[in-house]
């Protein structure tokens, strides 16, 4: 059976959706609180065709995050532009579980060249691959970049729905060392001034990166920054060195709670690429281990 495709006429405003994703949570007219490992994964592609770079709301990013205002989107905003797709694929009814209070476990932005500010785009987002976890149900929310026909990048999250498995029982491997960290190549400041911009610029304005009183809802002690935010910065310093065509893979960790101080690690690689890391700056456990590879 071909997958069904709605196409959009403009973007889906988080003021719609924001609803939606809280309504999913209540214990009535709610997801399930747990989702079964052989729930149904909606086929239905939302797709979005001419999409134009708002440069002022790009500037705010980029201030943000570090990265570079120029004639080319930075890598990381693909992420962005497809934001609102991927929410409006995780708020729909027939999503196996909530937008809100899961978690963005992986991440991966697959660039085959690069892509000029003015270029207009179309968006298709789907979601596939439910699949069990030792921490709860993954799922990876794709999103395909097009300039007319051309695919020109791919970006996929993975979400983690935290609850019992039947691989929860499994051994866990090493836990990450808690000792004193090397020194850093650069330390990154955060607060939750600047993750409000970014949320702003970004559009991604979930509770638990807005407010103490609302993270605290979902079980963080704090405010935490967004992983996009994490991601985005470690690459600043070396975006401009990075190919056409190449591929950011990004794994999160714990979370970083507002404000503060995060050692930053960049080791080049072989081919051309880069890893990245982000660890606590006094207990050396990671937030953020990413690799820039090349496209072959």
Known sequence: ???????????????????????????????????AADAVVPDTVYR????????????DYCRATGVQYGQDLPLTYLFVLQF?????VMVARDFPFGAV?????????????????????TIATHAENL?????????????????????VAVQTGTFLKQQRTSLSDEPRGPKPKEVAPPPPDRVLGVDLGLIREY????????PIHMANASAKLFGFSKAIAHGMWSAAAAIANVEAQLPGAVVYTVRF????????????????????????????????????????????
């Open 131 to 151: 699949r069990e976890h030792r921490k709860g149900m993954l799922i990876d929310v794709i999103s395909e970049f097009y300039v007319g026909r051309e695919l």
């Open 253 to 296: 960790g714990k979370p970083v709670l507002l404000p503060a101080k995060v050692n930053l690690y960049t080791t080049g690689t072989e081919d051309g690429g880069f890893e990245v890391s982000i660890l606590n700056r006094r207990k050396g456990y990671p937030h953020l281990t990413g690799a820039l590879t090349p496209r072959a």
């Open 101 to 121: 209070g899961s978690v963005h476990a992986e991440n991966r932005i697959e660039r085959f060249r690069q892509i000029g500010v003015d270029e207009p785009l």
């Open 1 to 35: 059976m071909m997958a069904k495709t709605v196409t959009l006429t403009e973007l889906p405003s988080p003021a719609t959706q924001y609803p939606k994703a809280v309504g999913a949570m209540l214990p009535v007219f709610g997801k399930p609180a747990r989702v």
């Open 199 to 206: 949320a702003a610029a970004s559009g991604d304005r979930n």
């Open 84 to 88: 609102p797709l991927a929410m409006e």
């Open 48 to 59: 979005l065709e001419d999409i134009r770079v708002d440069r002022d709301r790009l500037h």
